[in-house]
């Protein structure tokens, strides 16, 4: 990693509310499911945050996000970007959280891991660099979150990050460290 594959400011990343495929245990990634009435009051809650302004808000365009951006901050104008998709776990989707595929693989007819890495990389420092003095906020995927955790902070997936609580990625110098807003 060099200083230009940096995301240029701090930033802030948000897991979608809880869906149906979180609460069965069941592999997503590019399947559109629905958030669960719990994921809808989860995404209502982060409405009455204080948010520092001004903010860029950003959401991947599956409906999961879509919602939970639509009730996390109504009114506000939200631009979709189709790289914080979730990863396609091509053959593994729909299955069973309780045997998941090996990350570093590449599933078959989904997308690899180093090729989600390059995605995630190149679309949230394109979105950093592109919003001047506002603080970018991304509605997006536990996997987009883990991405982040490997390109710029721990350099491992960690936990899997709770649905619906803000992740700030703050930039010390050429390193990041995360936290929860």
């Known amino acids: 990693m060099t200083l230009q594959d940096l995301p240029a400011r701090s930033?802030?990343?948000i897991r979608h509310g809880e869906t149906t495929a979180n609460a069965d245990h069941i592999i997503a990634g590019r399947t559109d499911v629905a958030l669960t009435a719990q994921g809808r009051a989860q995404a209502a809650a982060l409405a009455h945050r204080i948010w520092p302004d001004p903010i860029a808000l950003?959401?991947?365009p599956m409906s999961r996000a879509r919602d939970t951006c639509a009730l996390a901050f109504p009114g506000r104008d939200v631009t979709l970007h189709e790289g914080l998709r979730e990863r396609d776990w091509g053959i593994f989707?729909?299955?069973?959280?309780?045997?998941p595929p090996a990350r570093d693989a590449t599933p078959e007819g989904g997308e690899g891991w180093a090729e989600m890495l390059a995605r995630v990389s190149l679309t949230i420092t394109r979105i950093c660099a592109g919003s001047g003095a506002?603080?970018?906020v991304l509605v997006c995927h536990s996997g987009i979150i883990r991405a982040a955790r490997v390109l710029w902070t721990s350099g491992t997936v960690g936990a899997r990050p709770a649905n619906?609580?803000?992740i700030l990625f703050e930039r010390i110098g050429a390193t990041f460290k995360e936290s929860t807003l």
């Open 58 to 60: 950003f959401s991947s």
């Open 11 to 13: 930033f802030c990343l």
């Open 93 to 99: 989707e729909g299955r069973s959280l309780d045997a």
């Open 164 to 166: 619906a609580v803000p």
């Open 134 to 136: 506002a603080l970018p």
